[in-house]
């Protein structure tokens, strides 16, 4: 990590934040919708970053 530098730095700054923006996006959406938070989060960075076998794994936890 060290020899590649600060083009690996700033790659993974902008990961962070964008997946922070799609939390914060998911979670506004589903607030407006009268939906909870956790609704949010799975059209947020769950689906998006872990993909659909993240997203079902995790339907169990937010259904009940």
């Known amino acids: 990590?060290?020899?590649?530098?600060k083009p690996l730095f700033i790659l993974t700054l902008l990961a962070v934040i964008y997946i922070a923006l799609q939390d914060i996006i998911g979670i506004s959406i589903a607030s407006l919708f009268g939906l909870g938070p956790l609704l949010g989060l799975m059209v947020g960075s769950i689906s998006l970053i872990g993909g659909v076998g993240t997203t079902m794994a995790s339907l169990a936890s937010v259904s009940s």
């Open 1 to 5: 990590m060290i020899s590649a530098g």
